[in-house]
């Protein structure tokens, strides 16, 4: 069973609400994740959060807006989606540092659709 | 440009038969390779890595892989295929001088056991 959880598991939200994807882990890891999956398709990197702090945003819209309240939670706010934003929304965490091959382990994920 | 590529879409295999993923990579110096896994609407887990050390690495549910330095090569094998083993498998890679956070993805391999 992952460590890493995430809430909800299933979100259908119209184009004008606003929502927020919550996610927990309790590995004690010290680097969190977004990705966006598509069916079918290789996850691909939405932000990384290094000690609490945003490290990496690859070119996300702001429609998405990601927060990391302390270590252990990371949530992503969702305002003004598009339909073509539709996906599986997954986190993961990781030992941010050293020569070790981090290994990222992620959740289960979200099954966002957008209407 | 760094590549990881996984050159069968699908494989196909019998119970009880062995199996190969394939999975090549062109990426600088010497990587971190990964393999994960996706059964159907769940998130991705972690199945094994290769950091450093023997070239043979062993993981969960009686996966191994092989790392080829000269081929840049990491197939996934397993000696006797399970039905349960059906599943979509993505392998990766982390260039050792690069980000500790992201990883290059290959397109993933639908594996299907059949009875």
């Known amino acids: 069973d992952t460590e890493v959880t995430q809430t909800p598991k299933h979100l259908v939200m119209g184009m004008t609400n606003k929502k927020s994807l919550k996610c927990e882990q309790h590995m004690g890891h010290r680097a969190m994740y977004w990705y966006k999956q598509k069916a079918k398709k290789p996850p691909e990197l939405m932000f990384v959060y290094s000690y609490e702090k945003l490290s990496i945003n690859e070119s996300v819209p702001s429609r998405f807006s990601p927060e990391c309240p302390n270590s252990s939670l990371l949530n992503l706010h969702l305002h003004a989606l598009q339909p073509e934003d539709s996906a599986l929304y997954l986190c993961a965490s990781s030992h941010p540092t050293g020569d070790s091959g981090n290994t990222i382990y992620f959740g289960e994920g979200s099954w966002l659709t957008v209407v | 440009a760094q590549s990881v590529a996984q050159p069968e879409d699908q494989v196909n295999v019998a119970e009880g038969n062995p199996l190969t993923v394939k999975c090549t990579y062109s990426?600088?110096?010497?990587?971190?390779l990964f393999w994960y896994v996706q059964y159907p609407n769940r998130g991705l887990q972690f199945l094994l890595k290769?950091?450093?050390?023997d070239n043979l690495v062993k993981g969960s549910y009686g996966f191994e892989a092989e790392f080829n330095k000269s081929q840049t090569s990491f197939h996934l094998k397993k000696p006797s295929a399970l039905v349960s083993d059906s599943a979509l498998y993505f392998c990766?890679?982390?260039?050792?001088?690069?980000?500790?956070?992201?990883?290059?993805w290959g397109a993933g391999t639908k594996l299907i056991i059949k009875p």
């Open positions: 990426v600088s110096g010497n990587p971190y």
């Open positions: 990766a890679v982390r260039d050792r001088g690069g980000s500790n956070y992201q990883l290059i």
């Open positions: 290769y950091i450093t050390g």
